[in-house]
């Protein structure tokens, strides 16, 4: 990696310490051009116009993604958020009272939300597997459930949004596939930050952001859906014209790829910003990112743990995001000193994670997430500023 190009290309990394990209990052300058050429391509020639002088651009969206992802260009779908994708997944599933999800202590909190609102009006039952001591997935305790309640669907959050653990998504993948059972993975806060591949891990369903680790502009995403899944002719209950062809009075066909989980509406700048997005990323290795973030995010734990900061991320893989608080659980000076010093970062609550951090008895959490565009001065400079 060449660190000096890739800050040059990331002009807001120049006047701070930004260390929010589980949060929302800072897009590279391609990204930014790429965004404001179509939008003045569309100010002189409509959005119709414009969208037919970029086709070639737009359909890199599909080869960039499934590069990315390690999969085909038909398996991919955009979307306008990783939680858009985890919802049309969801709808394609024929749910019916008594079905049971399994899903896991540090899911996403919008999808826990998800499988609520399925059991107020269907009637579904959610069933979480155990945490070994280590915080580890008990993948023994995983099957035994699955053989216990056929479950409809087994549900992953890669990278909990609260914590740096990485989960055994690709152990998960293998039992699911044994039992042949569905599974939802949602990958916001893993892709762009390590290497997510779709064959390895198994599932059937993975969603991902564009403006987390991605480096890409809100208001994009993308589905990837597996070939087991279209060859059943599962699709969102919502279809429109991009999904379905109207082929009689009363009736449609179905789109033979991922596109079917598409609409035809969507942000055309905002498409060629994540295809410049996971271009870049592409070509900088996603192996060579992994790498370097986790070594950032190692000397940071290292750092905040020796200045007698409580680091609350537990597991025997963890990840690019760092969260913790004072010894007695408070954030307000580290909030403070953070702040004062134009160190950008977020605050986790309990309410974003409630069976995580009622565990470890915390109300709130400071959580930063450093990437591939900071430095390890940087990291240096934020352990000795709240030492």
Known sequence: MDLELIRQDTRGCTDKIFLNSAGGSLMPEVVVKAMTDHILLEQQHGGYEAADRNTEHIQRFYTETSKLINTQPHNIAGMVSSTDGYSKAL????????????????????????FFSLQKKIGIKIIRIKNLPDHELDLEDLENLIKKHHPKLVSVTHIPTNSGLIQNVEEVGKICRRYDVLYLVDACQSVGQLVVDVEKIGCDFLTVTGRKFMRGPRGTGFLYVSDRVLERNMAPVFLDMCGAEWTEFNDYKL???????EQWETSISSLLGLVEAMKYANNIGLANIENYNLQLAKDLRIGLQNNGLRVLDEGKNLSSIVTFCAQDGSIENIYRRLKENTIYFSVSNKSNALIDFTFK???????????????????????????
């Open 91 to 114: 709808s394609s599933i024929a749910f019916k009272n008594g079905d049971v999800i399994i899903t896991t202590n540090d899911d996403y909190v919008s999808n826990q939300i998800a």
């Open 255 to 261: 789109s033979a790829t991922a596109k079917r989980f």
């Open 361 to 387: 008895n915390v109300e709130k959490a400071i959580r930063l997430s450093p990437h591939y565009f900071n430095t390890s001065d940087e990291i240096e400079t934020v352990i000795k500023m709240l030492k």
